[in-house]
């Protein structure tokens, strides 16, 4: 009795201690300016959130809190709590005919809504929002994810192969200050091939050497590397153009055939890239499925044990970051073109911080986390950016962001919508399956 | 010479001033079942990692004839190499990929030996398709083999100790090994598990006509199903021969199976 007590305050604790964060966090008046005065000033002044109501600001934390907390437990009576995990542990599979035909309806759902957005939306600035914002982070998070969920190495210097990818289109469409290859600028379109065989030999090269680290070793060389693709972007003024950046612009897309001309606006870029993001969820699913993926998994939970059966674990851990690097090259090459300008400034840590947040918030190794985390996550930046509300500044996104993801980590750990492998393997850490977990949990079935 | 899996000649292993093995000479023959025993801290797991890639002796030679007619040097091969060349391997603490079921644990031992195939992957030609086939009937066959067929869509965690040891077994055999070599496989089973597991490690050699090794501390399924031992202690060989010819070795005695009569005598 007394230890579920004690696990029932702690949760109410936890709560009221986060959302007299958010409260700090935000400050007086919603933005980080002042945030130690954000608590005290919280009990005095109404503020408007998001132009919807108007409210002493500790009252919305309040509750947001209670709300949380009941819907926790509303999710733990049923059965969606240690029970319904334990059952879905030993079950290991689902009813697959229900499945497949609630994941086929999702499917067209989906399709629809992405079809018509270019239409409902006509604010061209939204539009390229939405392409630049959005959809070019899908596909980043995407190929983060098979680094990240898949091979389980944390790459933070993910940004490196992105920059490469956009300067690889400028130089190619003759816009650096060294010459095209052959002194023959080519389109826009015809770069991004090139781009993306650079960035996979970039990681490749990057990879190789270094993917026999582990752990956090590996993250401090790939943040290192990121760091100096952006001293080099930067400095090599004479190859990169320094912080001024590429100029003339880069062309946008044109497609030419016989007389047509097609010249890609914002609605041709966004239906292009998620073309891509259509067959990379098709290839990487096929992937996820095979002997690659499996052998992925293996070398993520016990690395000496794939080793015993014979999974060479650097081949598979480079092969990951190849793929990883030539999709967020191929990100690169299409932002780029579609900007029109590279700049130095836009290749910094929080880059490669901002998709790995992504993937984490999304599910690790999930491809449809990985997706719908991101249009969450970047839909929201997106909005806040065209409709922000009263006294809202660009950098307070973040701090919203986080609180998002501080609520993510404790309710669902393993990501909006995790996949089932990544789902067992942290709920088998936390239940410390079979032994000391039935005991320590207090919910005995 | 053929007729050797494992040639171990003069193998010195040293952690900096630990010697853990100490110029050890052992043949493991081709289709034999040969125990490694020996007290605590004997070098047992050592020899073990040492065969198989894991550690890397700074004395002696270990040669690898796997196939027969293409003998290789196991010192200086990374555990994988040595692993596709042909030896399969149980771990002491069991280990397996604890999120996936009993299949896709046997399964991707089965499949570990082909290419990489991330392009083959994504295509999905009928090469692929073909090798996935392959691999689910070998696989089914193997927990039929090893009697997990039932548990096959468990999560391997929450398989029984002795599940695991055979699993572990099965995931082995997947790779299509030469030799399997066993560490302490009845470590934390009950008496009907080791008998199953005795059983078990004989119809491997049997009906597979696979070559085992076994290191094991339980001295009733070492003498029951090992046709050869031979005896570590202090990280060298201290005597090798039948079940029989070891029961009855005074070096043996004094320094493993002991008695509290050779103990006082030698105390006094």
Do not use: C
């Amino acid at each position: 009795m007394s230890t579920e007590m004690r696990v029932h305050l702690r949760r109410w604790l936890s709560f009221f201690a986060m959302a007299a964060l958010i409260a700090i966090m935000t400050g007086p008046s919603g933005s980080n300016n002042a945030p130690v005065q954000g608590l005290t000033q919280s009990f005095a002044q109404p503020y408007s959130y998001f132009g919807l109501f108007r409210a002493q600001r500790w009252m919305i934390f309040f509750t947001f809190a209670l709300v949380a907390l009941g819907l926790q437990t509303l999710w733990r009576r049923s059965g969606g709590g240690v029970r319904a995990r334990t059952a879905v542990l030993r079950q290991g599979f689902e009813a697959p005919g229900r499945r497949r035909a609630t994941v086929l309806s999702a499917v067209v759902v989906v399709a629809l809504v992405a079809l018509f957005i270019p239409h409902l939306i006509s604010n061209p600035g939204i539009q390229s929002g939405i392409v630049e914002q959005v959809l070019a982070y899908v596909i980043l998070a995407l190929g983060l994810n098979v680094v990240v969920g898949w091979a389980g190495l944390l790459d933070l210097g993910y940004v490196g192969f992105y920059a490469i990818g956009a300067y690889v289109t400028a130089w190619m469409t003759g816009r650096l200050p060294i010459a095209a290859p052959f002194h023959h600028p080519v389109s826009s379109f015809a770069a991004i091939p090139v781009a993306i065989v650079f960035t996979m030999l970039a990681g490749v090269i990057l990879g190789a050497p270094t993917l026999r680290l582990r752990g956090d070793y590996l993250a401090i060389v790939t943040l290192g590397f990121g760091e100096i693709i952006l001293v080099f972007s930067n400095n090599l003024t004479n190859v990169t153009g320094g912080s001024q950046g590429t100029n003339p612009y880069i062309p946008s897309f044109t497609f030419r055939i016989g007389g047509l001309k097609y010249l890609f606006g914002n609605v041709g870029y966004y239906f292009l890239v998620a073309g891509f993001v259509v067959v990379t969820i098709v290839l990487f699913r096929l992937l996820e499925h095979s002997r690659v993926g499996r052998a992925w998994t293996a070398i993520r939970e016990d690395e000496v044990a794939a080793e015993s059966i014979g999974i060479n674990p650097l081949k598979y851990k480079v092969m990951a970051f190849a793929i990883g690097a030539s999709v967020s090259g191929f990100a690169g090459a299409v932002t780029a073109s579609q900007i029109g300008v590279v700049y130095p400034s836009t290749f910094s840590l929080y880059f490669s911080v901002n998709v790995l947040t992504l993937v984490i918030f999304g599910g690790m190794g999930s491809i449809v986390g990985v997706i719908f985390g991101s249009i969450l996550v970047q839909g929201i930046a997106v909005y806040l950016r065209f409709y922000p509300p009263s006294g809202y500044q660009a950098s307070d996104l973040y701090m919203y962001l986080g609180a998002l993801l501080i609520m993510m980590m404790i309710y669902r750990p393993a990501g909006l919508i995790p996949s089932r492998r990544r789902r067992r393997e942290i709920y088998q850490a936390e239940d410390g399956i079979g032994h000391e977990g039935d005991v320590l949990l207090g919910e005995q079935s | 010479m053929s007729d050797l899996v494992f040639d171990v000649k003069n193998i010195t292993l040293r952690f900096g001033g630990v010697v853990s093995l100490n110029d050890v000479t052992m043949e493991h023959r081709r289709g034999e079942i040969l125990a490694v025993i020996g007290p605590n801290g004997a070098g047992k797991t050592s020899l073990f990692n040492s065969l198989t890639g894991v550690y890397r002796p700074q004395e002696g030679t270990i040669t690898l004839n796997a196939r027969e007619g293409h003998p290789i040097s196991v010192i200086g091969r990374g555990a994988y190499r040595i692993a596709s060349a042909g030896v399969a391997r149980t771990f002491q603490a069991s280990r397996m990929f604890s999120a996936l079921t009993t299949f896709e644990n046997v399964k991707i031992g089965a499949e570990s030996h082909k290419g990489l195939g991330a392009v083959g992957a994504m295509v999905r030609g009928p090469a692929t398709r073909r090798g996935e086939r392959e691999s689910d009937q070998k696989t089914f066959e193997l927990l039929e083999f090893v009697g997990l067929k039932d548990q096959a869509n468990t999560l391997s965690a929450s398989l029984s100790y002795g599940a695991r040891r055979r699993l572990e077994i099965a995931r082995g055999l997947a790779t299509n090994p030469v030799a399997l070599l066993l560490d302490e496989p009845a470590a934390g089973t009950n008496p009907a598990e080791k008998l199953e597991l005795a059983n078990l490690i004989r119809r491997v050699r049997d009906e597979l006509g696979v070559t085992i090794l076994l290191i094991e501390h339980d001295m009733k399924l070492v003498m029951s199903v090992a046709e050869r031992l031979y005896v570590l202690n202090f990280g060298s060989v201290i005597a090798t021969g039948s079940p029989a010819e070891i029961r009855s070795n005074q070096a043996v005695i004094d320094a493993y199976l002991g008695s509290s009569e050779t103990q006082t005598s030698e105390a006094s």
